[in-house]
């Protein structure tokens, strides 16, 4: 029966010394990224004028994002930058009004530097697809961590630009409606090890 008792306490030391090593082992310190929305998380275009319906809506202080990142300073993950996307939310394959839809490409979206990401590249104009595109990226090969009052994007959206004045395509024409869509975006960090 001693026996039995002592090899019964060896596993359950073994068990208990095995539950304070595996967290050990398996918890990591991660890096973190978080996109917080300033202003503008609702864009209204009222095309309420027939000037409004041939060239266009362009709203260039739409939403003003701050970006937050930090380096955990863990090896096989070191983070050196990132890329804003963008695309239809849950992938919805056009902008929907009650009873009519518009194609996706109707509205476009820019990001640009507002504060601290002045080495970030700006890829003008993109068309909303359900696919995502990329918006803006940014890059430092000598690292330090983003914080959201001191790196900031501002998002433009354009709506019914005439292809002339460089749009998709003015919206005369088109059945009026009130047309609804939900833009998703996306924070990837960037560098080796993502």
């Not at 990142?69 to 090896?75: E, R």
């Not at 963008?86 to 056009?94: C, E, I, L, M, T």
């Not at 504060?115 to 890059?139: E, H, N, R």
């Not at 914080?147 to 900031?152: H, K, V």
Request: aromatic letters at 12%.
């Amino acid at each position: 029966m001693k026996q039995y008792l002592k090899r019964i306490f060896k596993i359950l030391c073994t068990l208990v010394l095995i539950s304070l090593i595996i967290p050990k082992v398996f918890a990591q310190e991660w890096n973190s990224a978080r996109l917080t929305i300033l202003y503008g998380s609702n864009i209204p275009f009222n095309f309420n004028s027939l000037e409004k319906i041939k060239k266009g809506i362009e709203i260039t202080t739409g939403s003003h994002f701050g970006i937050s990142m930090a380096d955990s300073s863990k090896v096989g993950h070191v983070l050196q930058g990132f890329v804003l996307n963008f695309r239809s939310f849950n992938s919805q394959a056009n902008i929907k009004g009650d009873a009519f839809t518009l194609p996706l490409n109707r509205l476009r979206v820019k990001a640009e530097n507002v504060v601290g990401l002045g080495s970030g590249s700006s890829y003008g104009y993109k068309d909303l697809t359900t696919d995502w595109v990329s918006l803006f990226s940014y890059t430092n090969l000598t690292w330090s961590n983003l914080t959201w009052p001191n790196d900031q994007l501002n998002i433009s959206f354009e709506c019914g630009k005439p292809v002339t004045d460089g749009g998709n395509g003015s919206l005369l024409g088109e059945e009026p409606d009130y047309y609804n869509v939900e833009v998703e975006f996306e924070l990837v960090p960037t560098g080796p090890g993502f």
